[in-house]
């Protein structure tokens, strides 16, 4: 398969859900990112996969766009021999100058169809029986019930804490 050869100009990796972020790192991308992260802690329907541990990448094109990457981290002190790592992936798309709760909508539908789409299928995320949909409502980035239109929470905010 052919792979082209991308000039990164930065290249960042930090934690699922933060709170750090590496120096450099664009602010916005990496807040998207983390929003994304903490909500991927709850609410799946498929295999028992820990996340915890996660590692997000952000490279930047020189243009200012970005592929992001998130891949499976350590296995966590105490989990169970059942539990099985992420399937990793990546995608582009986000640009530095989209508004953070822009970019938190597009990374949520980004890694919702990454999940969906792969083997082992993760439904995620999920109330009762239904997808939740990323979406931007009032410039606010949330998840919906789409049949009832109805918002659930904000994207960062779906896990009790």
């Given at each position: 398969m052919y792979m082209p050869d991308f000039d990164y100009v930065g290249v960042w990796g930090f934690p699922i859900m933060g709170p750090d972020a590496p120096d450099g790192a664009p602010t916005n991308v990496v807040e998207a990112c983390h929003a994304v992260g903490r909500d991927l802690q709850c609410r799946w329907h498929g295999?028992?996969?820990y996340m915890q541990n996660c590692v997000w990448t952000v490279s930047m094109l020189d243009d200012g766009q970005c592929h992001l990457a998130l891949d499976a981290g350590p296995r966590p002190k105490g989990k169970s021999a059942g539990t099985s790592p992420l399937r990793g992936f990546g995608f582009g798309g986000p640009h530095i100058e989209q508004p953070v709760q822009?970019?938190?909508?597009?990374?949520?539908?980004e890694v919702q169809d990454e999940l969906a789409g792969g083997f082992p299928y993760v439904h995620w995320p999920i109330e009762k029986d239904r997808f939740l949909m990323p979406s931007l409502r009032d410039g606010r980035a949330v998840w919906v019930v789409r049949s009832a239109d109805r918002i659930v929470s904000e994207i960062g905010e779906l896990c009790p804490r």
């Amino acid at each position: 398969m052919y792979m082209p050869d991308f000039d990164y100009v930065g290249v960042w990796g930090f934690p699922i859900m933060g709170p750090d972020a590496p120096d450099g790192a664009p602010t916005n991308v990496v807040e998207a990112c983390h929003a994304v992260g903490r909500d991927l802690q709850c609410r799946w329907h498929g295999p028992d996969t820990y996340m915890q541990n996660c590692v997000w990448t952000v490279s930047m094109l020189d243009d200012g766009q970005c592929h992001l990457a998130l891949d499976a981290g350590p296995r966590p002190k105490g989990k169970s021999a059942g539990t099985s790592p992420l399937r990793g992936f990546g995608f582009g798309g986000p640009h530095i100058e989209q508004p953070v709760q822009e970019l938190t909508a597009l990374i949520a539908g980004e890694v919702q169809d990454e999940l969906a789409g792969g083997f082992p299928y993760v439904h995620w995320p999920i109330e009762k029986d239904r997808f939740l949909m990323p979406s931007l409502r009032d410039g606010r980035a949330v998840w919906v019930v789409r049949s009832a239109d109805r918002i659930v929470s904000e994207i960062g905010e779906l896990c009790p804490r």
